[in-house]
Nanobody, 124 residues
Framework: QMQLVESGGGLVQAGDSLRLSCAAS????????MGWFRQAPGKEREFVAA????????YYADSVKGRFTISRDNAKNTVYLRMSSLKPDDTAVYYC?????????????????WGQGTQVIVSS
């Protein structure tokens, strides 16, 4: 079992930066891939970024590539999402999730244990 707690969201202006954190409790964090997903009002949840167990492999949605960076600190059981050049379209609740295995994937079905989410609002 693993609990995930996101933090770092807030209200920012377009062009600003934010860093989201996801702290994991439980064992074996370092063995599993982690992902970030987001859900905007009235829209389905969508993949944002993923990182494999070691941090050596990452994937990004086209919409955030070049602006967002996912990273992890296995010693701290924490995964991060650095978001820069934020746009109003990035407004959403951001969720982190633990992968079923160590390989990073964009498939939300390959994740379990989701956090409660942290709200990000980007004003124009």
């Amino acid at each position: 079992q693993m609990q995930l707690v996101e933090s770092g969201g807030g209200l920012v202006q377009a062009g600003d930066s934010l860093r989201l954190s996801c702290a994991a409790s439980g064992r074996a964090f370092s063995l599993y891939a982690m992902g970030w997903f987001r859900q905007a009002p009235g829209k389905e949840r969508e993949f944002v970024a993923a990182i494999n167990w070691s941090g050596g492999s990452t994937y990004y949605a086209d919409s955030v590539k070049g602006r967002f960076t996912i990273s992890r600190d296995n010693a701290k059981n924490t995964v991060y999402l650095r978001m820069s050049s934020l746009k109003p379209d990035d407004t959403a609740v951001y969720y982190c999730a633990k992968g079923l295995g160590g390989v990073a994937t964009m498939d939300s079905q390959k994740y379990h244990y989701w956090g409660q989410g942290t709200q990000v609002i980007v004003s124009s």
